[in-house]
């Protein structure tokens, strides 16, 4: 499937325009405001709390946002980024704080004059009129003239594919129908800012990937501003150019996601990106280039780039990704005495087409979850159950996080 | 694979699926089709007051000789004296009037149940259905003694020094008004909450996002999807107001024209039954048309789902 870049750019007029000034080019293009200390935040909470009687669902939260970003607010549910998106959209009154638009400070705002746009979890759609008409609701209460408007709508249709269900009501929709409906509707008005509340949990897994290249290259041409709230991780590390990680209120992590994913900033982020493996192990040496670990219960010698402010002798996690552990006969290891290495036993294999995890246990305690790629069809000699093999990792592959 | 046979259905089952035809063939079609041929018969002065009786003991051929004395006399009568279209015509206004204005008072009442807090909703539903627990006859004759002259509220706004002298609502149509809206508000609201309360918040807040202040809406969102729920409603009030015969016999004057009413005369003051069998009839098929129009309705709704 093609990009919906191609129908815009075929369409000559706002949209066409857009992206007659880009190229389409690479989907990550050099993009980091957050880096440039004289860049203006598009978007700023600052400080803000929302309670709902005792509850605390955003505890003084402060947060930057910039123009023509990607953002994504990541965590699981009851961490309060649906709150904090909805206090975006004017839904929600912050018990405390403020929160800044394009430098207007939005307090007092309603959610009708907030210059955002919301594609709602369950979309939302007036199930009274047609496609056409749910495009061109927005519009209807700027009062756009008749034809600017007819004009806007088609853009709008063909932009999302959906010109030939223009007269539809949308219980005559597919899933997948019903949320490019949803997605044209918001952005038919070009909000500063849209706003997509779990925009693909509908979908089913396939369309799901699709749809999330497609809203990548979407909003790169548009060059508008998205915020997404979302559970799956691997959502927004696929749509965001960043990503922040709530927990209980509060923000635990704000970076982009390749940062966020390989130097997660504490074991609650290591754990809740993607999986991991935990071993205690003591600092033994430190210095500039890294640091020495010993978690000597298992006989694991570690040594890692890795630097930590943890005092020598003081308990810490290594933290390693499976793909980044290499597996192997354990008779191919040479000595006793290894580095970044370990003897272990499987103990189950999943087979998941693409990789193979194996959990192998060190001992009682300790269990190693590895992946390796299925590269080839046939293996000469494969790892099988209860086999001794040796799992071992390179200097750079872990990173050190503070017990 | 196709499994394409249609389930046998038990005996039990059969029994379950006849029971309400049964009933209905046995308590409505069958006296509607007594009353139907009483409305062909002609008056008499006799036990029962028409004639003729069908009587099986003189044979085939006086059965026959009953049926060709059947005739469409009293219809014909219906149309020559104006009182009976009048009083349909008044019927079918006093009860479109009294629909509209029980919708105007309900649907806010509707709307605000289905807008409060979840934890009231029940108590709020309670109070709506609280007064079936007196006796419809009793909470009408009850107005009686809150509109006449020297009522309870003729005696409050005069207390008030709102008016000087009594106001006269009593034995008028608008006493009829107060009677059905009163009587009736809970058909309406019920069915309207209930599609209220259906309605998804996230279309209102929706429509609200998009630019489109909160009572605009209402109108663009709210009022039409609840269609549905305002039309079951007013049917709810509307048709059994139509036929109503307690609220202005007790609440009317003599001037308040209600085909209810003069069914009543008919009946048991005139004693002609025949006659009085014609206009049930009619009135019946009155009824039917905006049922079956509901019906169309509810068809099309569910269709479209």
Redo the contacts between chains.
Sequence with gaps: MKGWADFSYRCGTWWGSVLAKKSVGPLRREFAPWDDVTERPFIEFRNVTKRFGDFTAVDDLSLKIYEREFFALLGGSGCGKTTLMRMLAGFERPTSGTILLDGQDLAGVPPHRRPVNMMFQSYALFPHMSVEANIAFGLKQDKMPAEDLKGRVSEMLKLTKLEAFAKRKPHQLSGGQRQRVALARALAKKPKVLLLDEPLGALDRKLREETQFELTTLQQDLGMTFLIVTHDQEEAMTVADRIAVMDAGRIVQVAPPAEIYEAPGSKFIADFIGDINLIEATVVEKSEGGSVLNAKEFGIHIETASTTSAAVGDTVWYAIRPEKIEISHADTLETDTMVNAVRAEVWDIGYLGDVSIFHTRVDETLAIRATVANRSRHVERPISWDDQVAMSWGRDAGVILEA | MSTQHTPRRSLGSWLLIAAPFLWLLIFFLAPFFMVFKISLSEIAIAIPPYLPTFDLDGGWAALVDDLKSLSIENYLWLTEDDLYWKSYLSSVQIALISTLLTLLIGYPLAYGMARSPKAWRPTLLMLVILPFWTSFLIRVYAWVGILKNEGLLNQLLLWLGVIDEPLVIMNTNAAVFIGIVYSYLPFLVLPLYATLEKL?E??L??????????W?TFWT?TV??SIPGVVAGCFLVFIPAVGEFVIPDLLGGSNTLMIGKTLWVEFFSNRDWPVSSAVAVILLLILVIPIVLFQNHQQKLSE??
Excluded: N
């Design positions: 998804d996230s279309l807040e929706a429509a609200q996002d998009l630019g489109c202040p909160p605009k969102i039409p999807l479209r789902a």
